[in-house]
C-alpha cells in the first residue's frame, strides 16, 4: 500500500468508528495511530490532543489533519481530513434521506444507547494510556486535580482549563530553567 | 441565490458563497471543541431566515447516533436542507476549513513533526502543562458520563467487558464497537 493510500484508509476507519462525539474518539485514533502503526509517539499524540482543545473545531478532524501533516505534509494532512468525513457525510446524507421517514426506529436507538457503555470504556482506557505521557510531580498533580474539580463541579470551559494547565507548566518550566 | 416565485423575493435560500462564508465564520470562532458550534450555528443560519432555529435543533438529534463529529453532520445536514448538496458542500468545507487551518499552521510554527527536538523551550512547558490539564477534563467527563449512562446491570457488564477488551487485551476497537452494537440489536430485538 503507498503511504498515502494507507493513510487515507486508517483515517476512512477512524470516521467510521467516531461514535459519540468528544473524547470517546481519542481511543480510536489512538489504536490506529500510536498503538498499530507509530505514527505518532504517546507524548506527540498528547500534544495533538492539547493543541486541537485550543484552536477551532473537533478533535478527531484536527487530530486527522496533524497525522496527516506530520507523515505526508500538507497532502498527507488533506487526504487524512477528508477520509475521516467520508462516513460521517455518507451517513448524514443518507439519515436525512432516509432516517427522517422512519422517524423512530426502536432498534435504532436501542443500538445507540447500548453503545454508551462501549463509549465510556474508550474514554477510560485513552485516559489510562494517556497518565504515562504526563510528568508526575507535585506541579502536574495539582494541575490534574484542580482541573478535574473545576470541570466537574463548575462546568468551566475546556479551553481556559488548558491555558490554565499550560501557564502553570510554562511557570513551572521557567523557574526550573532559571534554577538549574 | 434567492429564487423568485410569483415575482417575489424567496430570502431562504443563499448563495454556494455566501453559505460558505457563514458556515467559515462559525467554524473560526468556536474553540475546542464542536458542541459549543450548534448554538451559533442555529442562531447564524436562523437569523438569516435560511432555516428556523428549532429545525437546526431537530437535525441534531437526527445525526447524534451517527459517527463523526456532531457539528460536523449537523453543518452537512443543514447545508442539505437549505441548499440541496451544493449546499451540503459549501457548509461543510467552511466549517472544516478553520480547523484545517490552524492544525498545519500550529504543526509548521512548532515544527512538532520533527519530535519537539526543534520545539522552542517555552511552547514544550506549555504543552507539558496541557497534558494533565487534558487528563484532568477526561476524567471529568468520565464520572459525568458514567452517572448519565449506567442504567441496571447490562450496561457495567458491557462496560467492563468493553474495558478488558479494550486495556487489557489490546483489542481493536472496531471489535469493541461491533460487540456494542450487537449487544444493542439483541436488546431491541428481545423488547419488541
Redesign the interface.
Same mark, same amino acid.
Given at each position: 500500500m503507498s503511504p498515502l493510500w494507507e493513510l487515507s484508509w486508517t483515517f476512512f476507519k477512524v470516521g467510521a468508528l467516531s461514535f459519540g462525539g468528544g473524547y470517546a474518539i481519542l481511543k480510536v485514533i489512538m489504536f490506529f495511530v500510536v498503538e498499530s502503526r507509530g505514527w505518532l509517539s504517546l507524548g506527540e499524540f498528547a500534544d495533538v490532543v492539547s493543541i486541537s482543545q485550543s484552536t477551532p473545531g473537533p478533535i478527531g478532524i484536527n487530530a486527522a489533519t496533524f497525522v496527516g501533516y506530520k507523515v505526508l505534509g500538507v497532502w498527507g494532512a488533506l487526504a487524512a481530513t477528508i477520509s475521516s468525513l467520508v462516513v460521517p457525510a455518507s451517513l448524514s446524507f443518507a439519515a436525512e434521506r432516509l432516517i427522517r421517514r422512519w422517524g423512530d426506529s426502536r432498534l435504532f436507538e436501542s443500538v445507540l444507547g447500548s453503545l454508551s457503555p462501549v463509549l465510556l470504556a474508550m474514554l477510560i482506557s485513552a485516559g489510562w494510556s494517556l497518565k504515562d505521557a504526563v510528568g508526575w510531580g507535585y506541579g502536574s498533580t495539582s494541575v490534574f486535580l484542580v482541573v478535574f474539580a473545576l470541570s466537574l463541579l463548575k462546568g468551566s470551559s475546556p479551553l481556559a482549563l488548558m491555558l490554565l494547565g499550560g501557564l502553570v507548566g510554562l511557570l513551572g518550566g521557567l523557574i526550573s530553567f532559571g534554577g538549574s | 441565490m434567492a429564487s423568485t416565485e410569483g415575482g417575489t423575493m424567496i430570502p431562504g435560500r443563499p448563495s454556494f458563497v455566501r453559505l460558505f462564508l457563514s458556515s467559515l465564520r462559525i467554524?473560526?470562532?468556536?474553540?475546542?471543541?464542536?458542541?459549543a458550534m450548534v448554538p451559533l450555528m442555529a442562531r447564524e443560519f436562523s437569523s438569516r431566515g435560511w432555516i428556523p432555529e428549532g429545525e437546526v435543533w431537530k437535525v441534531v438529534s437526527?445525526?447524534?447516533?451517527?459517527?463523526?463529529?456532531?457539528? /460536523?453532520?449537523t453543518s /452537512?445536514?443543514c447545508g442539505?436542507?437549505v441548499l440541496g448538496w451544493r449546499g451540503?458542500l459549501a457548509a461543510?468545507l467552511g466549517?472544516?476549513a478553520?480547523? /484545517?487551518v490552524?492544525?498545519?499552521l500550529?504543526?509548521?510554527l512548532?515544527d512538532?513533526?520533527r519530535?519537539?527536538g526543534g520545539l522552542w523551550?517555552?511552547a514544550?512547558?506549555?504543552?507539558?502543562?496541557?497534558?494533565?490539564?487534558?487528563?484532568?477534563?477526561?476524567?471529568?467527563?468520565?464520572?459525568?458520563?458514567?452517572f448519565r449512562?449506567?442504567r441496571g446491570i447490562?450496561?457495567?457488564l458491557?462496560?467492563a467487558v468493553?474495558?478488558l477488551g479494550?486495556?487489557r487485551l489490546?483489542l481493536?476497537?472496531?471489535l469493541?464497537?461491533a460487540?456494542?452494537?450487537a449487544?444493542?440489536?439483541i436488546?431491541?430485538?428481545i423488547?419488541?
Open positions: - | 467554524g473560526s470562532l468556536t474553540l475546542g471543541g464542536g458542541w437526527l445525526v447524534q447516533g451517527l459517527p463523526g463529529p456532531i457539528a /460536523f453532520n /452537512f445536514v442539505m436542507r451540503a461543510s466549517f472544516v478553520p480547523s /484545517f490552524a492544525i498545519v500550529v504543526a509548521w512548532l512538532l513533526p519530535g519537539g523551550p517555552a514544550r512547558f506549555f504543552l507539558d502543562g496541557m497534558r494533565p490539564a487534558l487528563l484532568g477534563l477526561l476524567a471529568a467527563s468520565v464520572v459525568r458520563m458514567g449512562t449506567l447490562w450496561d457495567p458491557l462496560l468493553s474495558l479494550l486495556v489490546g481493536s476497537p472496531t469493541i464497537v460487540l456494542g452494537a449487544v444493542g440489536v436488546k431491541g430485538l423488547r419488541r
